[in-house]
């Protein structure tokens, strides 16, 4: 049994009390936020969990084994850090931390106490990813060309952080799941409509060694709400369409061919194969939950999470990148340790 | 009654002849192509109609007031050239020419010889974007904030054309038709992947005077079709899916408003406001025989086509910057001329 | 302030509780199930509730004001009429009763003892439902004309009930609420594959005076999940699409007209009329809570609910007739009672 | 070669004639309508071909080998009639005939002539329609459960006949074609709004023997287009849905299964499996020309078409009875030649 401290009780602090509810290895002893009122939730819907207003309970009572924090970015680094020095396991939300030297240190804090530390990026953790992650390692897909993710609705504009950090960090979580190594440089654009807060809506281009582009278009401003991404292969291609009720994962056996077409001053040689499409069952797991049960495993266990602290440092490398790109209008920026960039799959 | 010559019956020229066979003020005379077997097919359909394979038998009938060219781009400025110069009036198929240098000799020829030039950018006289038009201009939108247009499918590689030639073209068209006014800047980037041919597909940021931005998503080596742009608005924002059977166009009332809230470490003061959806109806007429009937009376009173020879330059000169820039991996490039980028609507 | 037990912690106990806390002026009280495992599960999610495996205990806890009932169809009779003697107020989940009879008793011990009685027809209290009713109330759609369900999936084959209990209730109870009268006659087909159980799918016809019809597709075994209503007016249509994310209802500015067309032999003088569709914003709040709180808002004023006896009556005397003419492959059976038949709308 | 002759230049005619001109073995030779404005459009888009008001001139034109009619179905019967005593091959537009009796004759005609009878049953010979006719016949969808199609639109409201006979004749044509047997007996419900017309929508129920029942739904005044057809088997599904632009036939891995839940009260012990979905690509070929082809093949072989003179009676046989069974609201009606309801699929 391992018992939780939750910090944070904000949107996505109730899932995480919920989730640690339903798993059987754990149990939630104490929940901490600012705001008293939020606080009374947790009174009237868990009666037994203590609460405080003051973060440092949760460090210093030695019934907790493990903390999870669900606060605004820049909060996490400070937290995660005393978290680690009062010798718990921590589980943080994403992205990990403000900076990448911030993440760095987190690594090096929870390596040498030996304590887990994992970031939720929660999409890695659902029936859909890693049924993606299965076809892209299988090689069915050929060559991977290209990774392309729309990750578009009407959202409440941040404060501390871009939509970069907000969404974007998402669609790099899964790429770096599911892809077999990390971008080697970035290009992004966005703008910032000046309507008191930071960049609302960007497009990221990322270049990889090899034959491999890939492309996120986030946006805070959209009228619709569209989830989708593009795999594309050689031999065939996938379509995430997590907006769908069901059949969220398609694979389109459809790739490039070579034509020996005469009709050569109107067209290329290379044409296209068109084929049967596929949309495999899911599991349909809620995906907080398995990945609680993922940290608990780690925990026990004492292996790396899939999306443990260099996971999450990989992440923000890019973050800053593109943010950087950002703000001089498209300028490429290489990232520089490369050698990290390496995806958990090609570990 | 104009009579019409046609140059080139591959992809789009068929549309053409039967939608000049459609409109009661126009005829066709005649038509060439260098394929006999596409003659043959001419003939078959439209036994009344005289086909050649020497162009220049079109230019030298002094039957034909208008030619209309349906050939790859790399031969446009030529034979648009020769067609003026023998007196014609000249639709020229998109892109109007390979650089914009050869679109700028087109315009003067056609001025020095009051001649009508106009280049075929069908979807400007589509039902679907003159009533995205018309609302733009209404300034029911508020604030023009971004355009954002995706147009992704399995398509043939072109071979004397990228995919920015081949299919944002379409997008530039529409934004310089739509928009009050042109960008400023441009950064694009893309990938060649190698199957013989240019890059296949790209992603293009347009910069703009003031709050406004642009981002266009072209692929050739999508699964999936999709056709979709986004028109956001400080009031009011339009999606435009033209894979729709019906309500292409829909008005989403929603936008951006101000919080007054005390969350403020969490959330901005800024948030969005939504509304009910409008889709309209759309006039159904065939793109091409609107257009078609627009040239005939651009020729009999002599004024300027809503996609004559200035759009035609505005677009060309746009995927110049947008080419050299993908070259360079996102660097940024100024448009120059920018006086010229004024759109039709500013003018 | 309301207190309430509740019996039946299976599939919808469980949203009736966690609705019931949400709802400041309720509060739960007791819980009953015969299972011992999920009283378990109200212990450990809400400490402060007593629990039992003996209804009795409900009966004869003086604590409590009302009585929610969320138990197989076979059983509500029996506990709504305990309830109701023990002086509880009722919400007793749909279908209300087995047969009419039995809804006319639990009407008149209700009566009889002044106490509430409302059927849980959870779909009249979404924003979808009641934006539809607003819609006809308003006459904007000219003469109902027809109201064409499908409500299919696929589903758990239920022992006690036929399909048409099960799903078509839903569709009957939004057409009791929405439509002016009742229907007058009723013609139904389905068949009972031998899957051990029931009728697995159907098919309702119902006659109404006037020019109305109405019809309902419900299914057990459809490989997808369909939940969609058209209500065909003169003037104008809705089409209810419930699982549209957003944008559930649609209006659509189409309807009749007359031709004064020559092509009589082909085509008759009766022709179409296509305009603008339009998608109003729908109060999204859960239908759940709404609902109960209008109960104790009837509760406290004495009026009857919009899902009362009467509506609940009206749902099982067509389910009854409809079960029937499903016996008899189609064959017309009348409703009887049709005084009964006027809706709350036309009372 | 074979040479033809059309009668009917409305609607579908136009469709036929672009066809026959498209397949090399076939050669259109006269078009006879009685409106001399549509003969005016044959000469312009065809001048080669010869054209009357005066169909006889068709039927003693010795160069004429077959008729293809496209009128009134109320002409059929005389005008195919006259073909086969002119010794020429009859293609008729569907429904074959307005009433089984007249079916037969033609049958009988044909037979007595050796010459060949087909029925334009155009979604037969689709590529959607073939592969679920193909999967059907492989056995893999297990026991065939049912066949549930909605085809409903805004339509022009027929004076000649009622929805059934405009729209359901489609639905019957698949059904005939794909199932191993056809109906014995049907039930129907429907309503003439009283525009002027006849039935304008409708609901179809076919019992068959064996545990299969079938179910149209067919309306002329829905705001939207829906073309939907389930085969629900007790192994896999089917969802035909020919208004998605690809992917019109796919293929669930769904079906029943056995439960052996303790939770009994609650649940039957029928449960249903749910797996992956499956989409196989399609002949996108033109249905029609697949068609022509189809009927000169089987005039140069003599064998009997699909979409025979058999099976347009089968068709106009349940047509009759669905008429009937409508006006009386549902009765049930029996088809009496039972043994001529086997359909291709089965003989």
């Known amino acids: 049994?391992?018992?939780?401290?939750?910090?944070?009780?904000?949107y996505w602090g109730p899932n995480l009390v919920r989730n640690l509810f339903e798993v059987p290895q754990a149990r939630v002893v104490a929940v901490s936020d600012m705001r008293t009122e939020r606080l009374a939730e947790?009174?009237?819907?868990?009666?037994?969990?203590?609460?405080?207003?003051?973060?440092?309970?949760?460090?210093?009572?030695?019934?907790?084994?493990?903390?999870?924090?669900?606060?605004?970015?820049?909060?996490?680094?400070?937290?995660?850090?005393?978290?680690?020095?009062?010798?718990?396991?921590?589980?943080?939300?994403k992205p990990m931390t403000s900076t990448s030297e911030q993440a760095r240190r987190l690594i090096d804090e929870a390596a040498r106490r030996n304590l887990t530390l994992m970031v939720d990026h929660t999409f890695v953790y659902t029936g859909a990813v890693r049924k993606m992650k299965e076809i892209v390692t299988s090689g069915k897909l050929g060559d991977i060309l290209y990774y392309d993710s729309t990750r578009i609705n009407l959202g409440l504009f941040q404060r501390d952080v871009d939509v970069i950090w907000d969404l974007a960090v998402h669609d790099?979580?899964?790429?770096?799941?599911?892809?077999?190594?990390?971008?080697?440089?970035?290009?992004?654009?966005?703008?910032?409509?000046?309507?008191?807060?930071?960049?609302?809506?960007?497009y990221i281009t990322m270049f990889f060694e090899g034959n491999l582009i890939a492309?996120?278009?986030?946006?805070?401003?959209?009228?619709?709400?569209?989830?989708?991404?593009?795999?594309?292969g050689s031999k065939q291609m996938i379509v995430y369409d997590d907006m769908e009720p069901s059949e969220k994962v398609k694979i389109y056996d459809k790739g490039i061919t070579l034509n020996s077409?005469?009709?050569?001053?109107?067209?290329?040689?290379?044409?296209?194969r068109s084929g049967d499409m596929f949309a495999p069952q899911l599991d349909v797991s809620e995906a907080l939950k398995v990945e609680?049960?993922?940290?608990?495993?780690?925990?026990?266990?004492?292996?790396?999470?899939?999306?443990?602290?260099?996971?999450?440092?990989?992440?923000?490398?890019?973050?800053?990148?593109?943010?950087?790109?950002?703000?001089?209008?498209?300028?490429?920026?290489e990232l520089e340790a490369s050698d990290l960039m390496l995806s958990q799959g090609a570990a």
Chains 1, 2, 3, 4 share one sequence.
């Open 42 to 93: 947790v009174t009237s819907r868990y009666p037994s969990v203590e609460t405080t207003t003051d973060v440092q309970d949760l460090f210093d009572n030695p019934a907790i084994d493990a903390i999870a924090i669900a606060t605004p970015v820049s909060t996490h680094f400070d937290l995660a850090l005393r978290a680690l020095r009062s010798g718990k396991h921590v589980m943080l939300e």
């Open 172 to 202: 790099l979580a899964i790429m770096d799941y599911i892809l077999p190594s990390g971008p080697c440089a970035v290009s992004a654009t966005g703008i910032n409509h000046q309507f008191g807060g930071t960049e609302n809506l960007a």
């Open 261 to 272: 077409g005469t009709d050569s001053l109107y067209k290329a040689l290379v044409g296209y």
């Open 292 to 333: 609680i049960q993922h940290f608990l495993d780690c925990i026990q266990t004492g292996k790396e999470p899939l999306t443990g602290g260099q996971a999450g440092l990989r992440i923000v490398e890019i973050l800053e990148c593109a943010s950087r790109s950002m703000k001089q209008r498209g300028k490429l920026v």
């Open 215 to 232: 492309h996120l278009n986030v946006n805070w401003l959209s009228p619709v709400k569209v989830r989708r991404t593009l795999v594309g």
């Open 1 to 10: 049994m391992i018992k939780f401290g939750v910090i944070g009780y904000g």
